[in-house]
């Protein structure tokens, strides 16, 4: 049974960093992508960025490229989002998920980053104020 488990949200204040984190259990094998996902009250879920666990490969969006990175600790299955100069649209809840994919730079060209992944965590809350 794959399980994913968020941590690491709270109250930052405008310009301020937080770091998320993400356990992900119980895939038999290395070929899976973890991806982070947020959605504000009143809009809808909105990809981040994702990370091919079995080489690294990373992909972010447009909307967050150069404030948001995604890294991963392969030794405790842990996957990271990396959150630089926040500002209040950036609160939301945000979500760890995981699929059996790669996850890929081609997204750019095809849409974005995937919203259907297989599965979620519980999500975790970012609120910035001040």
């Known amino acids: 049974e794959v399980q994913i488990v968020e941590s690491g949200g709270g109250l930052v204040q405008p310009g301020g960093s937080l770091k998320l984190s993400c356990v992900v259990s119980?895939?038999?094998?290395?070929?899976?992508?973890v991806g982070w996902f947020r959605q504000a009250p009143g809009k809808e879920r909105e990809g981040l960025a994702c990370?091919?666990?079995?080489?690294?490969?990373?992909y972010t969006e447009d909307s967050v490229k150069g404030r948001f990175t995604i890294s991963e600790d392969n030794a405790d299955n842990r996957v990271y989002l990396q959150m630089d100069n926040l500002n209040s649209e950036d609160t939301a809840v945000y979500y760890c998920?995981?699929?059996?994919?790669?996850?890929?730079?081609?997204?750019?060209?095809?849409?974005?980053?995937?919203?259907?992944?297989?599965?979620w965590g519980q999500g975790t809350q970012v609120t910035v104020s001040s």
């Open positions: 998920a995981a699929e059996k994919s790669y996850c890929t730079k081609t997204y750019s060209q095809t849409g974005g980053l995937p919203l259907d992944y297989d599965y």
């Open positions: 119980g895939f038999r094998s290395a070929d899976y992508s």
């Open positions: 990370i091919a666990h079995e080489d690294g490969n990373t």
